[in-house]
Nanobody, 122 residues
Framework: QVRLVESGGGLVQAGGSLRLSCAAS????????MRWYRQAPGKQRELVAS???????NYEESVKGRFTISRDDAKSMMYLQMNNLNPEDTGVYYC????????????????WGKGTLVTVSS
């Protein structure tokens, strides 16, 4: 069974940095895209950053120049380096992979982690 687990969240002061990680486990044939979402208190979940298998990345406007997404396919890992954090970055951060499990016959399936909380104090 495939599972995604996020780590690296915590409490940080404005201007500080955190590095989030997402680890996939299980019998995986291929990982297509990887994405970070976040959900602030009382708000809808939003896409923060995404990265394709060729390394092409995209960012939500408010995090451009501050956040960097990366992936390590050999380890089935994804990272989010977050710098110059501000209170508006507070929320639960979720990882989302579109991957092909070994049993799926080349059809991607969406998987989600349970999230890691990031709190930025002013």
């Amino acid at each position: 069974q495939v599972r995604l687990v996020e780590s690296g969240g915590g409490l940080v002061q404005a201007g500080g940095s955190l590095r989030l990680s997402c680890a996939a486990s299980g019998d995986i044939f291929r990982i297509d895209y990887m994405r970070w979402y976040r959900q602030a208190p009382g708000k809808q979940r939003e896409l923060v950053a995404s990265i394709l298998s060729d390394g092409f990345s995209n960012y939500e406007e408010s995090v451009k120049g501050r956040f960097t997404i990366s992936r390590d396919d050999a380890k089935s890992m994804m990272y989010l380096q977050m710098n110059n954090l501000n209170p508006e970055d507070t929320g639960v951060y979720y990882c989302n992979f579109a991957l092909v499990p070994a049993w799926a016959k080349n059809i991607p399936v969406d998987y989600w982690g349970k999230g890691t909380l990031v709190t930025v104090s002013s």
